[in-house]
């Protein structure tokens, strides 16, 4: 299917990506002025031929989305992002609670996952953070299937029954007692911390709560380098981000 008015897509040489919003008539991108009517005649993956240079042209996948989202806050990183899916079974027509926005990058790769039939409902503290947030998930138009709420995750009330939580703040063990019985029985959970004292904490808390098949483990990623005549890890790794902890809620 050629690109439809209103998709978000991207153009790449090989080396740079610019990105753009298609619409009909002319359209301002960064490296000059186009016509709208020109992408939309194409189809993902092929060729365009613009200010002296060859193009080819992609519909993003998730991984895509989450790299351009507009930054404020860290963001969690598609290794940690895919593990997270995948350990919570998240899949289409699920409602997810999300504690902490940041700048979307989690949020984007949920809704994704979810959707079309599925929501994700995101509890924020900071209105800084849920509006850049937002301002992302609406440029990609995932905004139908997402709602934002700003409160503390230690007292807010939260009129939802989720499939699963996810929780991306400093101390999460003080919010599981609030927010664990808006986790459907038998629902997962997962916590995202950068340090070991607060997976120590988290899974103690979770433990205790009779939560059951509890562990952490961190992502390592390293890309590996393949030239003629030499193939050899890179010599930078994607290394340390966060120690993840999953959980499942029993009766």
Same mark, same amino acid.
């Given at each position: 299917?050629?690109?439809?008015?209103?998709?978000?897509?991207?153009?790449?040489?090989?080396?740079?990506?610019?990105?753009?919003?298609?619409?009909?008539?002319?359209?301002?991108?960064?490296?000059?002025?186009?016509?709208?009517?020109?992408?939309?005649?194409?189809?993902?993956?092929?060729?365009?031929?613009?200010?002296?240079?060859?193009?080819?042209?992609?519909?993003?996948?998730?991984?895509?989305?989450?790299?351009?989202?507009?930054?404020?806050? =860290? !963001?969690?990183?598609? $290794? +940690? /992002?895919?593990?997270? &899916?995948?350990?919570?079974?998240?899949?289409?027509?699920?409602?997810?609670?999300?504690?902490?926005?940041?700048?979307?990058?989690?949020?984007?790769?949920?809704?994704?996952?979810?959707?079309?039939?599925?929501?994700?409902?995101?509890?924020?503290?900071?209105?800084?953070?849920?509006?850049?947030?937002?301002?992302?998930?609406?440029?990609?138009?995932?905004?139908?299937?997402?709602?934002? =709420? !700003?409160?503390?995750? $230690? +007292? /807010?009330?939260?009129? &939802?029954?989720?499939?699963?939580?996810?929780?991306?703040?400093?101390?999460?063990?003080?919010?599981?007692?609030?927010?664990?019985?808006?986790?459907?029985?038998?629902?997962?959970?997962?916590?995202?911390?950068?340090?070991?004292?607060?997976?120590?904490?988290?899974?103690?808390?979770?433990?205790?709560?009779?939560?059951?098949?509890?562990?952490?483990?961190?992502?390592?990623?390293?890309?590996?380098?393949?030239?003629?005549?030499?193939?050899?890890?890179?010599?930078?790794?994607?290394?340390?981000?966060?120690?993840?902890?999953?959980?499942?809620?029993?009766?």
């Amino acid at each position: 299917m050629t690109f439809q008015n209103g998709e978000y897509i991207f153009m790449t040489d090989g080396k740079t990506r610019h990105w753009l919003k298609v619409s009909e008539g002319m359209m301002k991108i960064s490296i000059g002025t186009i016509d709208g009517s020109r992408i939309m005649e194409l189809d993902d993956g092929q060729k365009l031929s613009f200010a002296g240079r060859e193009f080819t042209l992609f519909r993003p996948g998730t991984a895509d989305l989450m790299g351009a989202v507009e930054r404020g806050a =860290q !963001i969690v990183t598609p $290794k +940690d /992002a895919a593990t997270i &899916i995948m350990n919570c079974d998240i899949k289409v027509g699920d409602t997810v609670l999300e504690v902490g926005a940041g700048s979307g990058a989690l949020t984007t790769a949920l809704i994704r996952a979810v959707m079309p039939t599925g929501n994700v409902h995101t509890l924020e503290l900071r209105e800084d953070y849920a509006e850049k947030t937002g301002k992302n998930i609406r440029r990609y138009g995932l905004d139908k299937f997402w709602k934002c =709420q !700003i409160g503390n995750a $230690k +007292d /807010a009330k939260v009129d &939802i029954v989720a499939d699963v939580l996810t929780m991306d703040m400093p101390d999460p063990w003080l919010a599981f007692e609030n927010l664990s019985k808006n986790l459907r029985a038998g629902g997962r959970i997962c916590v995202y911390v950068p340090n070991m004292n607060q997976v120590e904490d988290s899974v103690r808390k979770l433990r205790e709560m009779n939560f059951i098949e509890v562990f952490a483990l961190e992502n390592i990623q390293r890309e590996i380098e393949v030239h003629p005549g030499g193939v050899r890890p890179s010599f930078g790794t994607l290394g340390h981000t966060a120690y993840l902890i999953f959980g499942r809620k029993i009766y």
